[in-house]
């Protein structure tokens, strides 16, 4: 059973920052991409970042690049999403989830991320 717990979301104003933290169990990270999603009020959940378990490699959605960052802590089996710069459109609920053949299979229950102007 793959589980996947955000955490890290909360109350910012705009330009601050935070970290959202995804903590893995039952499988681990480092053999699988995985991504973080925002949904933000009344909208569809859209794609922010991945990082591969290949090289570590990274992509970006382009309403964040130079802003967030995704990464890795293999020993803890947990990925981050560093959210710096934020903007009130930035507001609403980051899933975090794991690729699996290719398709994003196993998602958490999200982070709340509030962005006040």
């Known amino acids: 059973q793959v589980q996947l717990v955000e955490s890290g979301g909360g109350l910012v104003q705009a330009g601050g920052s935070l970290r959202l933290s995804c903590a893995a169990s039952g499988r681990t990270v480092s053999r699988y991409s995985m991504g973080w999603f925002h949904q933000a009020p009344g909208k569809e959940r859209e794609f922010v970042a991945a990082?591969?378990?290949?090289?570590?490699?990274?992509s970006y959605a382009d309403s964040v690049k130079g802003r967030f960052t995704i990464s890795r802590d293999n020993a803890k089996n947990t990925v981050y999403l560093q959210l710096n710069s934020l903007k009130p459109e930035d507001t609403g609920v980051y899933y975090c989830a794991q690729s699996v053949g290719g398709s994003w299979k196993y998602w958490g229950q999200g982070t709340q991320v509030t962005v006040s102007s």
């Open positions: 990082i591969g378990w290949i090289g570590g490699f990274t």
